[in-house]
């Protein structure tokens, strides 16, 4: 089992983005508020930190935003703004680390992949 650390968390409206550090680089998974079951379709694996955290950032911004929508909060242009700010700074972190990241799927697929490598490499 590989050693991981969570190193910051972000609350949406309803999810929580939690960024944990792991030796092949830093995750982002949302995490339910009122289950607090990790949902595995919203995982995403960053090569830095600075753009993981910027993601969890804006991931809750874009959680914030819209629920305001959905529940029709008045004051859900200031939440829109947020959410612009917060996805303008993930795209300019993102695209001077050249970090793009790697989705929930394809991380499954490489990890099945890779586990599935060491077992015919021990027999």
Same mark, same amino acid.
């Given at each position: ?31 339910? /508020? ?35 929508? /959905? ?15 917060? /996805? ?36």
């Amino acid at each position: 089992m590989e050693d991981a650390m969570l190193i910051a968390s972000t609350e949406g409206q309803g999810w929580c983005y939690e960024v944990i550090a792991q030796s092949d680089g830093f995750l982002v998974q949302a995490r339910d /508020l009122d289950t607090g079951e990790v949902s595995l379709n919203e995982t995403t694996l960053f090569r830095t930190s600075p753009v993981a955290l910027a993601y969890a950032d804006m991931a809750a911004a874009a959680d914030r935003f819209a629920a305001s929508r /959905l529940e029709e909060v008045e004051d859900w242009q200031v939440l829109a703004d947020d959410y612009h700010h917060e /996805l303008d700074r993930f795209t300019t972190i993102r695209d001077r680390l050249s970090d793009d990241g790697v989705g929930g799927d394809l991380l499954r697929c490489s990890r099945a992949g890779s586990l599935r490598d060491q077992a015919y490499r021990l027999h």
